[in-house]
């Protein structure tokens, strides 16, 4: 296991996490960009592109990083969408990964969208995609809530 994924397993204060929700719409409907996650914690399943903020790193560049190693896509203008604690326990019941998220959205600005880093798949998914593919229930909030302020007509 490598050194950052020990420091993060079983931590003594929660860690925070960057989300990005990249929207577009697409033949009339919104979509978000979404990632299959490669390792733990949830992984194989599918989540907004988004990691580990750094020390020293202000959440909009982390942010960007994120999206950038995930993904190879670029944003522009970045919002605040939500906030959300992501709190996984082990067998015992202790806390094995603690994360306070902070989801920011923006446009999508165009290219294509590759898997990498952390990520070892990526689609864009509309609202009928999410039940399919096991969307986090709070992913769900988040994604209408970034199609509310960003695909309105």
Same mark, same amino acid.
């Given at each position: 296991?490598?050194? *950052?994924?020990?420091?993060?397993?079983?931590?003594?204060?929660? =860690?925070?996490?960057?989300?990005?929700?990249?929207?577009?719409?697409?033949?009339?409907?919104?979509?978000?960009?979404?990632?299959?996650? $490669?390792? +733990?914690?949830?992984?194989?399943?599918?989540?907004?592109?988004? $990691?580990?903020?750094?020390?020293? *790193?202000?959440?909009? +560049?982390?942010?960007?990083? *994120? =999206?950038? *190693?995930?993904?190879?896509?670029?944003? $522009? /203008?970045?919002?605040?969408?939500?906030?959300?604690?992501?709190?996984?326990?082990?067998?015992? $019941?202790?806390?094995?990964?603690?994360?306070?998220? =902070?989801?920011?959205?923006?446009?999508?600005?165009?290219?294509?969208?590759?898997?990498?880093?952390?990520?070892?798949? @990526?689609?864009?998914?509309?609202?009928?995609?999410?039940?399919?593919?096991?969307?986090?229930? /709070? +992913?769900?909030?988040? +994604?209408? /809530?970034?199609?509310?302020?960003? @695909?309105?007509?």
């Amino acid at each position: 296991m490598a050194a *950052e994924d020990q420091s993060r397993r079983y931590p003594a204060r929660p =860690l925070v996490g960057v989300g990005v929700v990249l929207a577009r719409v697409f033949e009339g409907k919104p979509q978000v960009l979404l990632i299959r996650r $490669g390792r +733990a914690p949830a992984q194989g399943q599918w989540s907004f592109p988004g $990691g580990a903020q750094r020390l020293g *790193e202000t959440v909009a +560049a982390a942010a960007r990083r *994120e =999206l950038l *190693e995930e993904t190879g896509l670029g944003v $522009g /203008e970045l919002r605040l969408v939500a906030h959300a604690d992501s709190i996984h326990r082990d067998a015992e $019941g202790r806390i094995e990964y603690h994360y306070t998220i =902070l989801d920011l959205a923006g446009l999508w600005a165009g290219g294509e969208a590759v898997a990498a880093g952390d990520a070892d798949a @990526c689609r864009w998914a509309g609202e009928d995609d999410f039940v399919l593919l096991g969307l986090w229930a /709070e +992913a769900v909030r988040v +994604a209408r /809530e970034t199609f509310s302020i960003f @695909c309105r007509d």
